[in-house]
C-alpha cells in the first residue's frame, strides 16, 4: 500500500484531486468506441464508461438536442449501471438512426459527456461491389464475343490449314 501523500501528489500532477482532498472530480465520459457500424433490421449497442471517482448517479442520452427516452415503443433500450452505460436499438434504420449520440453523466460534482457516432449501412450493401463484379465480366465477355465475331476469316484456324500445309499434306 502506497502511503496517502504519494496519492495525493499523484492525483494533484493529474489534477484530479477534489475541493476536499478526497479525488472525488465530475465524470470524466468515455465513449467505448468513438464510432459504431451496424447493418440495417440488427442490434447496435453504444456504450459509455467513467472512470472517475465517485459513480455516476445518473446518465442520459441524446440525439439531436433530444433525449433518447427508453421506451419499448421505440425499440430502444438504456441500461446504466455504476460507471457504464448502454443504449441498444433494436432492428437498426438508416433513416430514423444514422447520427451522433452524446452520452451524459452526472454525479455530485458535475456532469461531463462523450460522443458516438452511429452508421447504419443498408443490407444491400455487401450485394453491390459483386454486381460490380459481375457487370465487369460481362462486359468484357461480351467484347471478346464481339472481337471474335468480327475477325477476318483468314485469321482463324479452322484446322484446314495448320503449319502452313493444306488438306492434302503439300507445302504451300
Known amino acids: 500500500d502506497r502511503p496517502v501523500s504519494d496519492l495525493k501528489s499523484w492525483s494533484a500532477a493529474l489534477g484530479v ?4 482532498g478526497r479525488g472525488l472530480v465530475s465524470p470524466q465520459v468515455m465513449a467505448y468506441k468513438k464510432s459504431e ?11 459509455c ?4 471517482f465517485p459513480p455516476v448517479s445518473f446518465w442520459a442520452w441524446y440525439r439531436n438536442g433530444h433525449e433518447v427516452k427508453p421506451l419499448s415503443t ?11 452505460t448502454e443504449l441498444r436499438i433494436l432492428k437498426l434504420n438508416i433513416e430514423e438512426d444514422t447520427g451522433d449520440y452524446h452520452c451524459n453523466a452526472t454525479n455530485s460534482y458535475g456532469s461531463g459527456s462523450a460522443v458516438v457516432n452511429l452508421r447504419v449501412r443498408s443490407r444491400l450493401a455487401a ?4 454486381l460490380g463484379i ?3 465480366v460481362l462486359v468484357l465477355v461480351t467484347i471478346i464475343f464481339i472481337y471474335e465475331k468480327r475477325r477476318k476469316p483468314d485469321e482463324v484456324l479452322d484446322g484446314k490449314r495448320c503449319l ?8 504451300k
Not at 450485394?127 to 459483386?130: M, N, V
Open 127 to 130: 450485394l453491390w461491389p459483386f
Open 37 to 47: 457500424h451496424g447493418n440495417e433490421g440488427d442490434t447496435g449497442v453504444l456504450t
Open 74 to 84: 421505440t425499440a430502444r433500450r438504456v441500461s446504466s449501471s455504476g460507471n457504464k
Open 49 to 52: 464508461k467513467n472512470p472517475s
Open 164 to 171: 502452313g500445309l493444306n488438306l492434302s499434306g503439300e507445302a
Open 17 to 20: 484531486w477534489g475541493e476536499e
Open 134 to 136: 459481375v457487370a465487369e
